[in-house]
Structures are given as C-alpha cells and as structure tokens.
C-alpha cells in the first residue's frame, strides 16, 4: 500500500518489535539503518546543529526586542538553561521510547495517531525545511560576502549559493550515515575554534578597558511580555537543535547511556561559548553599533582583525554548513519515521539497499526547502518556525508529564525531577502565546490554519485507509529509481 497500516494497541512495546510487515520478503535479511552514532558523534550533532547561524546572526535582534546589553545577556543565559531543561525532559523520554523520531513518535505513543499526523505534517512540509533553509540562507549570505566587498550581496546570489549548499548536503546524507556523522565532527571543531578566536579576543578587549557597553547595562530595558517573547524566539532560535539526537535514537550506540551524556556535555558548553561571545561582541561594538551591523560577527572581525577579517567570514560560512548538515541529517529522519508509522507515503520509509539511508525523505526534505528558499528571507522565517516548535515541544513535554504521573512503572534508565518538565512547559505556553496576546500578526492565524489543514488529509487517507491504485504505481515506479527497499525497526 502507499501508506502503511499500523497496529497501535499498545503504544509503547510492539509483539513483534521488528514488525515483519517491513521486510524485504519472508526468510531473507532485513533492511535497517546502521547504528552509527557514538558519544563524539552524538555531541558533535547536538553541538554541531546548535552552533550555526544563530549566534553569528541573532545578537543584534535579541538587542534590539530588550533595549539593552545587560537584559539581553539574561536573555541568553535563560534561553541555554530552557534549552538544557527542554534536552534533559527529552532524555527521560528517550529512554522510554527508544525508537527514532524525536516529537513525532512521542506524541504518537502518548497522544495516539491524529495528533502525530498533524505534527508529522506541519514538521515534514514547513517546519524542518523552514530550519534548513534560514540556515543555509546564512550560510550562502556569509559565504558569498567577500565576493560583495563595500555592499549588499544581491538576493539572487544568496539564494543559489543557499540551494548548491542543500543539494551538497543531500548528496552527502545520501550516500553514507558515517560520511554525514564525520563532516558533522570535522565541522563542529571548526566552529569551536571559530568562538574560541572570538572569546579570546573579547577577553583581550575587556581586560584593555573596553566596558563601556557595560556600563548602565538595564538602562533602558523592554518590559513587554511580547517584546520580552520575541527577544526568546531570535536566542532560542540559536539553541534549536538541543533535541537533534532525539530524532536518530535507533541509530545510537547504547542509547540509554549516550543520550544523556551527550546532552550534558553538549548543551553547557554551547550555552558558556554564547554568552562569552556576547560579551566579546558589546566590548568590540557599542549597542548602537551592534544593531546596525548586518552580520554582527564580520563587524566584530573588521574592528579586532583588521587585516585577517575574512577568517571571520570563512568561519561563519564553515559554521552554518555543519549546521545545516545537522538539520539535514535529523530532519530526514521524521520523515521516514512518520513514513514508516502509515502517516506519509510508503516511499519515504524506505533505504537505499546499499547505501543504507532514508534517502527518499532525506531527497523529500531537500525539495521542500528548496521551495522555503526562493519564497522566504532569515527573520520571518525563524520567527515562524519557533511559534511552531515551541507549539509541538509544549505537547511533548505534556506527554512526559502524564507519563511521569500516570505511568511510573514504566521502565526507564534515567528520570528527570518532574520539577523541570513544569518550567519548559509553562515556558513553552509562555513563547506561543506571549507575541499573540501582544503582536497579534495575521501569518500566525496562517499558520495555525495550516497546522489543521492536515484533516484534510488524515481522514481519507489514513483513518480511512483511502489509498489510490495510481499512487500505488508510482511507488513502485520511484522504488525501482532510487533502489531502496523497506525497512524495519530496530529494537534497542
């Protein structure tokens, strides 16, 4: 069939945990995605995705929305403690259900199948490619600025540079889990290195006397609750990946013990480099200087490098591919699962049957975020996708929560104090509803629109299990295209 039946009796444990249905024919091996990530990997994922464009980018706006430097440090410090409570949540339930998916397969298993399907929906179709996208459009804006000396690059450039980046990157999460994994390590140490440059030289500057930035530093402050919302969407925006691991569980080695190690190794240490390069930017640029730079980082290289400012923008660039490469890798992956699950079409759950990797989904993320590209620019783009994050991170961290209360005897090898689940939910409440109540913006009726628009399609197709003989054909056409077989679950 073109979208797949599944029995969901029992949401946490299966009968037959490697569900038959998905093998390649009775008595032959079956076909599953290799585990592939270890504890380097896994941090190197978390960390790798984390540290993108946010901090290069972002600065300036959380800034701008809090009036001053000193609200807009707590802005961030407060942004890496909600990241890290959000992951620590996210362990607990990691070790309960230790299947792939991240939100979606949470959501599934608590809340049953028409809430999965609309999360599944709004993630697969606009919320992971709109990730991509606003990264790789960072990425290509930085990349192409020494080409532009003196002036802004053209939109058409940064647009094509941003689409060669995406179609690099299927190209390397198409071919091998281990080659995606090694670039994602190669890239975080260097962006590591990038910050550190830039710690380093803010340290410098501070200890030559440059405070004055410091000075008076709650002058000023914004006391909007929308304002104060929207300042947390642009510093979330730069902690977004602390879930990352989630989505690839079956592909970790040891899961119950990697998960939360490199989730505690991870997230501190993005939060700390952030806040030390904050702080190296106000000792550089004054606030006014900082809100009228385009690219808070370059501006920070032209004024402590001089000469050797490129390095600033080769880093940058450096730092948004490895990004990119992290939302790729973790984003192709809830459309496989939902793919598997019955909630997509058949074809997206399936592997290449050498390469072993969802290359299907993996091609399917990449075509929509092309599309997210030629119509979207950065800021409206991050500003969407965080009301809709935090939206489904909300639902999942309520599941956790019934979970903890309803069901404790579940087994599980790591347990969160139920106090931390409450502070990321009521947050989670907090950053959707705080910019409706105050900046009521007709994009977010939009988008909500489009979250339930999936009833549309979940009662035909997957309640009522309305499947086309004509999309049947063409599934079997694109198996044989892209040789790739079903797959199954693997059970850790």
């Known amino acids: 069939s073109t979208m797949r039946q599944r029995n969901t009796t029992d949401p946490f444990h299966s009968a037959d945990p490697l569900h038959s249905s998905t093998d390649l024919s009775e008595g032959k091996e079956k076909l599953r995605l290799k585990q592939e990530v270890g504890l380097i990997s896994g941090v190197s994922l978390i960390a790798g995705t984390m540290i993108g464009s946010g ?17 807009s440090l707590l802005i961030w410090a407060a942004c890496g403690l909600l990241a890290m409570f959000g992951a620590l949540s996210y362990a607990e339930l990691g070790t309960i259900i230790k299947e792939s998916g991240g939100e979606y397969i949470y959501i599934l298993r608590i809340f049953g199948s028409f809430p999965a399907f609309l999360f599944a929906y709004t993630s697969v179709i606009l919320v992971r490619p709109a990730g991509l996208a606003a990264v790789c459009l960072s990425f290509a804006e930085y990349a192409i600025a020494p080409f532009y000396p003196g002036c802004s690059s053209p939109q058409v450039a940064i647009k094509c540079t941003a689409a060669a980046c995406i179609l690099i990157l299927t190209t390397i999460n198409c071919l091998n889990v281990r080659l995606a994994t090694s670039v994602m390590n190669i890239f975080t140490a260097a962006k590591l290195l990038a910050l550190l440059v830039i710690v380093v030289g803010g340290l410098l500057l501070l200890a030559n006397g440059k405070t004055q930035s410091f000075q008076n530093g709650f002058q000023g402050t914004t006391a909007g609750i929308g304002a104060v919302g929207v300042a947390f969407y642009q510093g979330l925006w730069s902690y977004d990946g ?3 691991l989630n989505y690839v569980t079956e592909e970790l080695k040891k899961p119950e013990v990697t998960l939360p190690r490199a989730l505690m190794i991870a997230i501190p240490l993005v939060t700390c480099l952030y806040l030390l390069v904050n702080v190296s930017y106000l000792a550089a640029m004054t606030p006014s200087e900082l809100l009228s730079s385009g690219a808070v980082a370059v501006t920070w290289g032209d004024k402590v490098l001089g000469s050797w400012a490129w390095l600033i923008s080769l880093s940058v660039a450096l730092s948004t591919f490895g990004s990119s490469n992290g939302t790729f890798f973790s984003g192709g992956r809830v459309c496989y699962i939902a793919a598997r699950e019955g909630h997509m079409p058949d074809i997206l759950s399936m592997a290449h049957v050498r390469c072993l990797t969802p ?20 800021t409206s783009i991050v500003n969407f996708f965080s009301f809709m994050a935090w939206l489904f991170y909300g639902m999942t961290i309520s599941g956790l929560l019934y979970l903890k209360i309803k069901k404790p005897e579940l087994p599980r090898s790591y347990k969160v104090p139920i106090i931390i689940p409450i502070i990321v939910l009521m947050a989670a409440v907090y950053l959707v509803l705080a910019p409706i109540i105050e900046q009521p913006q007709i994009e977010i009726l939009y988008i909500v629109l489009f979250i339930f628009s999936g009833i549309i399609f979940y009662f035909p197709l997957v309640h009522f299990k309305y499947h086309p003989r004509c999309l049947q054909r063409v599934t079997l056409h694109l198996q044989l295209l892209l040789e790739v077989a079903p797959t ?4 850790n």
Not at 488 to 491: G, H, L
């Open 55 to 71: 901090i290069f980018m972002s600065p300036e706006w959380v800034l701008h929305h809090m009036g001053n430097p000193a609200s």
């Open 359 to 378: 290359s299907p989904a993996l091609l399917f993320t990449s075509a929509m975020s092309l599309i997210m590209i030629i119509s979207g620019s950065f």
């Open 242 to 244: 602390w879930n990352n």
């Open 488 to 491: 199954t679950r693997d059970a």
